[in-house]
Structure formats: C-alpha cells, structure tokens
C-alpha cells in the first residue's frame, strides 16, 4: 500500500454513500462483490419491479370495478394477470427477500462476506438479465404469455402465430434463469451459515432470521431442480417439437402440474419463511421480551421445510387426482398448520405483557400477524378437499394467497426496511410518513383482499375479464382497495428516497435491539468486524436478562459509536 | 441435508467460521450443488419411469428398440474413467505432478470416447427427438446428460491447465477434488440412465 493514498482505502469500499468517496452512487451499478453492495442492489431493483407489477395489477382491477370486459381486451387481461403473477413472485418477493439475505446474514452471524462473492455478484447480475427477457414479452408478436403463472400445457404449448421467439418462450426463459440466480443464491447462504458463524455461534444460538433463511434456501435446492427440469420439458415441447406434455404423442400434461407445484407450492414457504424470521427477530425488539420458545421456532422452520415438500397435490385436487392420494395431501398440508400454529403462538407470547413500543416496523409486524391468523385460517379451509373441489380456481383462493403474499409477506418486508434501514444506510427513516403507509397499507390490503373470498364463496370464478353483475358490489370494494394500495407507495417512496438522502443520522442500535449487526456501526464497514470477531456468550434475544450477547461487549458498543 | 453435521452449541472452535480456509467452503459449496443438481435428474428419472410404467403407445413405429452391445461397451469406458480419475487425484495427493497429468488425461480421453460413441449411436438411430414420447425421453435424458459429460471434459481441461502454473497446487487441490466428485456424480447418473433407458426395455 502507497502511504500518498490520502484516504482511507476502506472507504472505497464502504456500501453507503459516503461523502467525499468517490465512486459513491456507481458501485450500485457495477459487479460489486460486497454483499451488502448487492443487497441494496437486489432490494432496489426489487422495488422497482414491485411498482411494475403493482401497475398492471391496477390496470387489472380497472377493468374488473364493471363487470363488462371494457377497459382491455380479454386475451390483453390474460397477459396481464400472467405478468402481474410472474413480476410478483420471480421479479419482487424473491429478489427482495435475496437482498434481505445478503445484508442481514453475514453481520448477523459475524462473517465478512458472503461465502463466495462474486458467485453472489453473478446471481445478482442474472436478476436483471431475466427482468428485461421477461418485460420484452410485451414487445414480441402475440405479447406475453396468457397462460397463467402456472403455465400449464396444452394452453402453455401452443404457438399460433408460430414464432420461435414468443412470449411463453421468453417466459420460460426467465423462469429458467430465475431458477439458476436462486440456486446459484442457495449455494451461497447456505454455506456461509454452515461454515462462517462466529465463534461460539452454535446452532441454538443463531438468530431465527439466519434459521429460517436456511429452511428456505434448503428449500430452494431440493425444490428448483424439479421446477427446472419441468420447465425445460416445457420448453421443449413449445420450440422443439417433443410429447413429454402431449397426449396425441403418448405424453401426459398431469405430469408437468406435478413438477410444477413440487415446487411451487414450497415456494410460498420460500417467501414466507424470511417473514417467519422478521416477525421472530422484530417482536422481542419492540416488546422488551425474549422470543418465546426460541429453540422449538428455530426447529419448527426446519419441520415447516419437509412438509412443504409433501403437500403440492392440494393443488391439483379438482385435476382428476385418484381420491386416496386427495386424503394423504390434505392431511399433509392441514399438518403444516401445526408448525407454523407454534410460531404463532410463540409470537403472541412473546408480545404477551411486553412493553410494546409501536413503531412503523412493529405496526407492519402486527398488521402481518393479525392477517396471517387470517389467512392460515383460510388456508385450512382450502386444505380441505371438499370445500376445495367448490371453491378451488373461485375468488377465495385469489384472496387466500394475497392475503398470504401481499398481506402478510409484504407486510413482513416492510417491516423489516423500516427496521433495518437506519443499520444499513445510516439514516433514520420518518416515522410519520412511515405511519402513514401503514395505515393506507393495512386499509388497502383488507378493502381490496377480504371482498375477493365473498366473491369467491358466491362462485367467481378467478382470471376473467368479465363476470356476472351479481359479484359487481364485492369487485367495486376490491378496486377501490387496489388503487388505495397505489397511493400508499407514495409515502413509502417518499420516505425511502428522503431518509437516504438526508434523513438524520442513525446511531448505531436506534431500537436498543440485541443481535451482532446492531454492534456495528450504521452503516457498517464493508467487512463487517473484519479481524476482530466478537465471541458469542449467550443466546439471541436477551431482553431483560441482562446478560451480554458477546464477550467484551462494552468495546464493540464504544468501537461502533467511534466510527 | 443441511443439517447432517450440526455444531455442538457451547464449542467455539467447532462453531468458529474466522479459522477455517476458503477451501472448505468451495468444497461444502460444490456438495451442496451437487445434491441440488442430483434432484433435476431424480425429475427427470420420475418422470420417464411414470411415462413408460403408464403411457399408450410407448415406441414409435417401425422402432424394435434399442442396441445395447456399444452403449454397454461405452458405459464400461465411462464408469471406470471414474477410477482413473481417483488415481489422478491420488497422484496429485503425493506431489506426482506428471503421473496427474497422464492419468487426468486418460480420463479425458474416455469422456471423449463416451462422447464420441453416443454421438455416433445418436446418428445412426432410426427416430428423432419429435418421434411420440420415447424419441422425446431418449434424447433429452441422453442428451441432458452429454451435456453434463462435456461440462466435465472442460473442466478437466481447465484444471489441467492450471497444473501448469508452477506452485499451483501446492497448498491443495480442491479444483481437482471438485471436479473429480463431479466426474462420480455423472458417472453414476448414467449408470440409472442406463438401467432406464437400455436394460429396462421389456414393459
């Protein structure tokens, strides 16, 4: 090292705009192997899709406040709500909640950087690559896919216009490469919580976050392989010609539902399971209060990972299904209720005569709570095969899983950005706007979601432009929840841009939380503790107890405050 | 899978990640992508099991089956190139870096052969890929599986190389010890393969 360099050459590499370094703004734009550089990455592009897909979801709800198909076309409406499902889940939760893996496990364990860095910068740059194959749908002749984001053949095998090049193609595409990014992702976390905790990190001692990051991620590789493999037979039978999805050639569409949802159901709980960890880590801090039961929520993410992986038929229950393999996948999936009851009741403990500080991050974990119970509730209902076979492909089941992904998944990651920010970009956000989008969020999010499972229950039926004046009222109610859902972003983006632009500054442990990453300083340096690696003593969440988390604690305290 | 191995809670040094070396982590890494990248051909395996056991029309017609004496001859070739591999990696274990070299290369030059032969086979075949359900299994397994062989001659290719960089693989050889689990792996895909799509032909 030159001693003319005038600066100190951490600074280069400090994730956070930094005053003065000089290449603040762009290593957000270049292939920069800090994960806490590529979670921001991920969590900004995230956003940015999540505005995309929120777009088309209005549109859709524009078109569905009459009951005529006027607003679009119906084969238009079809792309709509494929591109609107296939935005949210591919291009917004899993990114998102990939950006929330990248910041928090490495501080959260005590390791510098991800176990391999720069397949972690590679997994990132394949994110927006996919992002643009899949919004070029649009572009193509005969537009995006309108298959649904199930895509199931026949209707996904089809090529009328005959192009090789079409908009299934290219949904395919993504999906693929969407598939690489995650596993490539997988490999990544997964190592780095096996082999790079801090000493005297042992397994009961790690935070639930890292716990249920593991579960989905380990979900991620047993489950994406089998989706893949699915997806390219697809592929295949679109371009290429082959029968694996044809009956007329000996082979037999049932099989591609079953790759399909071998995966995709278990993915719900890949989304999920992270929020499990953000309410887990977020009540005890805004209650003042242990996580109840720590041990059995750590194991129960870990029974909720090998259920999911036996439960995808539920799914295909009015698919023609033989009726003795129905009653063992209803009874596996009503068996997932048991693990995620226990969290639940863990974390109703947890609040239980705490000492609650309502803060925007504990609003969004409250709101999500209460419409997870909700939405459990509804699931059980959905498990069941009878009231399945009448209300599956109905309204109730688009309710159910908004209420899931939107109203309780989002809400989870809302909490955790408005908890986490002040850590990772030094600046605090404003409580008032924050509380403002709470408020129009949870008003929003039941307006628009609870109407859809009486809709359903009367027999709408889900992906129409157009149905009977009778559901009119239910759908009104919807759209109106829908366009309130729109403005409540306003706050939101108002809030993010401003805090991080000249929001105050952040102490380094604003919530008085207990964890690794509140030692360090907000932000953090780019290798978190770099040499000096605190040893743990105790087990996570000691609130109350008074005994420290690391040995020596009062000089990473004073270290952080220094910085 | 992950949690075969779990760390006593109150033992520092075995739960410590600051002391270990980065090859460890590349070797965890590889295993994991390997037990993940298993499950796309356990897929694939359900799959043509449940197509032959249930579907209608299973050969195309004016297709008896299919010759088994060269693929036999090339999964023979195949498997014990697993063999020479290990021997390579034990040589390069005792610092022989020239007998690596040779018995790394024999190993190339059986994938090669592997290749070489399904090429051919793939030739001279009498359906195609748009032929019904058979011709659409054999050779998207096949061929998904070449893919793998081919991936792994590269790779060889590229460790070779790097045996040239002098002190290359002085502190370890996780490379070679990577590539080398990824050779059994496929060399064991294609043993199932086999047994599926050659031995188990009668219905």
Known sequence: MSSSVSFDPRVLKTPQPVPGAPDNWKRFFSFNTDAKVIGIQYIATALFYLLVGGVLAMIMRGELITPAADLVDPSVYNGLYTMHGTVMLFLFLFPILNGFNNLLIPPMIGAPDMAFPRLNAAAFWLFPVFGVILMASF????????????????????????????????????????????????????????????????????????????????????????????????????????SFYRPEGGGDPMLYQHFFWFYSHPAVYVMVLPVFGIFSELFPVYARKPLFGYKVVAIASFGITVLSLIVWVHHMFYSGTPQWMRNLFMVTTMLIAVPTGIKVFAWIATLWRGKLRLTTAMLFCLGGLVNFIFAGITGVMLATVPVDIHVGNTYFVVGHFHTVIFSTIT????????????????????????????????????????????????????????????????????????????????????????????????????????????????????????????????????????????????????????? | MTLSSPLPADDPAAASGSQQGHANHTLTGFVIFLLSESVIFLALFAGYIVFKMSSPVWLPAGVEGLEIRDPLLNTVVLVSSSGVAWLAERCLKRQKLVSFRLWWLLTMAMGSFFVYGQAVEWLHLGFGLGDGIFGSTFYVLTGFHGLHVITGILLMGLMLQRSFRPGNYDKGETGVVAVSLFWHFVDVIWIVLFVLIYVWQRS
Not at chain 1, 173 to 202: K, Q, Y
């Open chain 1, 139 to 242: 572009l193509v002749p005969g537009g995006p896919s309108g298959s649904g984001w199930w895509a199931y053949p026949p209707q996904s095998i089809q090529n009328p216009l005959g192009h090789f090049i079409n908009g299934q193609f290219l949904w395919i595409l993504a999906v693929a490469l969407s598939g690489i990014s995650s596993i490539m992702g997988a490999i990544n976390f997964v190592t780095t919580i096996i082999r790079m905790r801090a000493p005297g990190m042992g397994w009961f001692r790690l935070p639930i976050f890292c716990w249920t990051a593991m579960a989905a991620q380990t979900i991620q590789l047993v489950g994406l392989p089998v989706l893949t493999a699915g997806a390219v037979l697809l592929l295949f039978d679109l371009s290429f010609g082959t």
């Open chain 1, 411 to 563: 809400f989870g990651i809302y909490a955790g950005i408005y908890h986490w920010f002040p850590k990772f970009t030094g600046r605090m956000t404003y409580e008032g706007l924050g509380k403002l989008h709470f408020g129009l969020t949870f008003v929003g999010a039941q307006l628009n979601f609870i109407p859809m499972h009486w809709a359903g229950l009367m027999g709408m039926p889900r992906r129409v432009a157009s149905y009977d004046p009778e559901f009119a009222f239910a759908n009104v109610l919807a759209s109106l929840g829908a366009f309130l859902l729109g403005v409540a972003m306003i706050p939101f983006i108002l809030n993010i841009v401003s805090s991080w632009a000249r929001g105050p500054k952040a102490p380094p442990n604003p919530w008085q939380a207990i964890g690794l990453e509140w030692l360090l300083p907000s932000p953090p340096p780019a290798e978190n503790f770099e040499d000096d690696v605190p040893t743990v003593i105790s087990g996570p969440y000691g609130y109350g107890l008074g005994k420290p988390l690391v040995e020596n604690e009062a000089h990473y305290v004073a270290r952080a405050l220094e910085a």
